[in-house]
């Protein structure tokens, strides 16, 4: 069973520019959500993805978005970077959309806002 | 909202001692809670889960924690400390909205010693 992975593992990128950073899900799981964790925090909630529609979304501007596919892969773009948008992005997935289904997490992709 | 609050931002122990880690949660509806551990540079791993059972669960690694509704508290603990225990411990809690959502500690570093 193939686990949660996620592309790239580390970034560097320049304050305004765009970034995409890419999620696969663990088999049979159809949730995906997206969490940024900020040096020396807990993660914090960015929005979920079931069925391909976002159901739900944390306190993060407009300019954080995402796409979940067919195959239930999953992107998280984020536009106009700003230095704060430093911080290591977690993609979980889990195979059910319920508030008691415990989330299975990737690694991570270490961004960097320079 | 729900929030958890975990007190102590690092906690050591020597090895073979006993290991209690804090979290408190504030919740306006029964909640789900949870306890990951993270270990350097990767993602979290599920140590165990509440979801309205028993109040007492068993995780995985030998780690239990005890729900107590009158003290809102979900503590975690393990009776004998092994240094591979040495990690970033995050408990979270869900069950407030209609989709997927963790809302996590700032995270309890333990630190293990020989």
């Known amino acids: 069973e193939t686990g949660v992975t996620q592309s790239p593992t580390h970034l560097i990128k320049t304050r305004g520019q765009q970034v995409t950073l890419r999620c696969s899900s663990q088999s049979g799981h159809n949730t995906v959500s997206w969490y940024q964790q900020a040096l020396g925090q807990g993660p914090q909630f960015i929005f979920q993805y079931y069925r391909e529609e976002e159901n739900g979304r944390g306190n993060f501007p407009p300019r954080f978005s995402g796409l979940q596919f067919p195959n239930y892969s999953s992107e998280l773009n984020v536009n106009a970077l700003e230095l704060d948008d430093s911080a290591l992005y977690l993609c979980a997935s889990s195979p059910q959309d319920r508030n008691n289904s415990p989330l299975h997490f990737g690694n991570g992709t270490r961004l960097t806002v320079t | 909202a729900q929030s958890v609050t975990q007190l102590g931002s690092h906690v050591s122990v020597s090895e073979g001692a006993l290991v209690l880690l804090r979290c408190n949660y504030s919740?306006?509806?029964?909640?789900?809670l949870f306890w990951y551990v993270q270990y350097p540079n990767q993602g979290l791993q599920l140590l165990l889960k509440?979801?309205?059972?028993?109040?007492l669960v068993k995780g995985i690694n030998g780690f239990e924690a005890e729900f107590k509704k009158s003290e809102t508290s979900f503590h975690l603990t393990k009776p004998s400390a092994h240094m591979r225990d040495a990690a970033e411990y995050f408990c979270?809690?869900?069950?407030?909205?209609?989709?997927?959502?963790?809302?996590f500690g700032t995270g309890t570093r333990l630190l293990v010693s020989p």
């Open positions: 509440y979801t309205s059972a028993a109040t």
């Open positions: 979270a809690v869900s069950g407030d909205t209609g989709f997927q959502k963790l809302v």
């Open positions: 919740s306006s509806v029964p909640p789900y």
